[in-house]
């Protein structure tokens, strides 16, 4: 199904992951038919999936192994937090933050329905990140911020990767900050389109 995504850069373990989660499962009955397009769709509340090339491209740069904790801002669907969990792998855990009650209740239940287990969902506001499980391997955040929240750069660990876009509703790029050694890295990967973070 995603083996196109190799040329948009998607590591081979990405795609395979990705050939595992149906993302039918992931979008509203109305949307059934559009569910494999390369294309964002709506999900309700204003919100969107997204492409399945982003999740892919993201889940690439995010260099995921078995056993990493990683943090989710924006569950969404929850399409892209069920490919992190197959990747990290049963000795690994997503916890994932959504503010819409409603979403955070539909992934929940799309979790369950696929027996996925090593992920939390949790209703929040994800500026503030989830300091009781912190530090986290990996954070990424699906929604774009005007700059990066603190609390989430302090809640990486070292040698974590963390992925935000950051910028305005008509520009954004796409960062990776890596911390190594308490310092922290920064290159701009590619420009995006993203729902903001409120
Ligand atoms: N990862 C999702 C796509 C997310 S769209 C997927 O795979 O489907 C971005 C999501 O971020 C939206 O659901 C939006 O409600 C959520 N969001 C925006 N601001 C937020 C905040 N401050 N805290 C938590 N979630 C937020």
């Known amino acids: 199904m995603y083996e196109y995504l190799e040329y948009h850069g998607v590591r081979r373990e990405v795609i395979e ?3 595992k989660i149906d ?6 009955e109305e949307y059934e038919e559009s569910a494999y397009l390369e294309v964002p769709l709506p999900i309700g509340f204003g919100q969107t999936i997204s ?8 889940c690439s740069a995010l260099n995921l192994s078995r056993g990493d904790k990683v943090l989710e801002i924006g569950t969404g669907s929850g399409y892209n937090a069920a490919v992190i969990s197959l990747l990290v792998g049963d000795d690994g855990h997503v916890y994932t933050i959504e503010r819409i009650a409603e979403l955070a209740e539909i992934a929940r239940r799309r979790m369950e329905l696929l027996r996925i287990k090593n992920v939390t969902v949790v209703v929040g506001d994800g500026k503030n990140g989830l ?8 954070i990424v955040v699906t929604c774009y911020a005007r700059k990066i929240p603190k609390q989430l750069l302090s ?3 070292d040698n974590g990767i963390l992925l ?9 790029v796409l960062k990776r900050i890596t911390k190594v050694r308490g310092k922290i890295h920064e290159e701009n990967l590619m420009e995006v389109k993203f729902v903001p973070l409120v």
């Open 17 to 19: 992951a990705m050939n």
């Open 23 to 28: 993302r039918k499962i992931f979008v509203s």
């Open 51 to 58: 492409a399945p090339h982003m999740v892919g491209i993201m």
């Open 131 to 138: 300091a009781e499980y912190s530090p986290f391997d990996k």
């Open 155 to 157: 809640q990486l660990s």
């Open 164 to 172: 935000c876009p950051v910028g305005n509703e008509l520009v954004q």
